[in-house]
């Protein structure tokens, strides 16, 4: 049984929270957060302690830490929990600085404890169901990977302000998840944004609506397509074109009734955001860092991985602002 202590008790905290406590090789023993109500309820909500960080990483009796705190902690809390001796899994991104993400994977990896970061859409049912069907050559070559990643509605503009933009904060996990698909990193990163949904968000130097195009060293090309609004609910799609055929993941839709009359046909809207989107592949997430750890195997999505995402997403923050293509080397040195 893995014994687990949660650092963070907000939205995600408690999406996190349902996945342990209903895994049944893992046990939820005690939850912390900045806000001692907000964890003092989650951890009534399951019958465990609210303790502080520090009283948590100290705990011998906790074999493993999920980390959902703020980004800008994460870094200091990988080192602090990996140093400890404990295993951890760390909401993305790794941190808002490459700099510190890179120092923090270097810190971490003399510790050999595993840490695997939160990239759960690799564990989507549909979304690995494509992946398995192109690694199987089922389209022949792949050659053309198209993203849409479209959010419901902004978030508030102060949220914005310290998220570290739309970049770092939304697009990083279509980086990963290009990054998965392709099996390798980019060598080249276009990007050109705007901010036409809230000029607010503009003002506050960041972008509501940004293309990015990833140039692969064998010539093949992904096209990642971010909004955050889209009005009809929370919009995610993949496309994979290759050499003998296309495979293609659709939206997740509210419910599978779909009406059809002589005016037309007329299905439900998607599912409206991530929490109700990715119920599955938090689980999914939550099974495999179980299985990962218990079984003293590689974790399936590493440190590094959130590092080369973090560093992806800094490439094509420097190619909005410049309008110029990036070299991903040049940032990663």
């Not at 996190?16 to 001692?36: G, R």
């Not at 049912?125 to 992946?131: I, S």
């Not at 929370?234 to 293609?248: C, H, M, P, V």
Request: hydrophobic letters at 45%; a neutral charge.
């Amino acid at each position: 049984m893995l014994r687990v202590g949660l650092l963070g008790a907000g939205r995600i905290g408690n999406v996190h929270a349902k996945a342990i406590s209903t895994h049944p090789q893992s046990k939820l023993i005690a939850v912390a957060d900045v806000v001692k109500e907000s964890a003092s309820k989650l951890a009534a909500q399951y019958g465990v302690e609210a303790r502080s960080n520090e009283a948590i990483i100290g705990d011998a009796a906790i074999d493993a830490i999920l980390i959902a705190t703020s980004t800008n902690t994460h870094s200091d809390l990988i080192e602090a929990v990996t140093k400890a001796g404990k295993a951890v899994l760390c909401e993305k991104p790794v941190d808002l600085s490459l700099a510190r993400a890179q120092a923090c994977r270097k810190a971490a990896a003399a510790t050999k404890r595993p840490v695997m970061i939160g990239f759960n859409r690799r564990f989507d049912p549909n979304f690995a169901a494509l992946k398995a069907a192109v690694d199987r050559g089922e389209i022949g070559k792949s050659e053309l990977l198209s993203i849409t990643s479209f959010d419901p509605a902004p978030p508030p503009v102060s949220y914005v302000k310290v998220s570290g933009g739309l970049f770092r904060d939304m697009m990083i996990h279509d980086f990963d998840m290009a990054c998965w698909m392709m099996g390798s990193l980019p060598q080249k990163v276009t990007a050109i944004g705007t901010s036409i949904v809230d000029p607010e968000i503009g003002k506050a130097g960041d972008f509501d609506t940004a293309v990015v195009t990833l140039g692969f060293a064998d010539g093949r090309i992904a096209v990642i397509k971010n909004s955050r609004r889209a009005a009809y609910g929370y919009d995610q799609r993949i496309e994979f074109l290759g050499s003998e055929g296309l495979l293609s993941a659709g939206n997740v839709l509210e419910n599978t009734v779909s009406k059809a009359t002589k005016a037309g046909v007329v299905s439900a809207k998607p599912e409206y955001f991530f929490l109700e989107r990715y119920t599955r592949a938090y689980s999914a997430e939550w099974a495999a860092f179980v299985e990962a750890v218990t079984s003293a195997s590689a974790v399936p999505v590493t440190l590094d991985d959130g590092v080369n995402a973090l560093a992806i997403a800094e490439a094509a923050t420097l190619s909005a602002k410049s309008g110029t293509t990036v070299d991903l080397a040049s940032v990663m040195k």
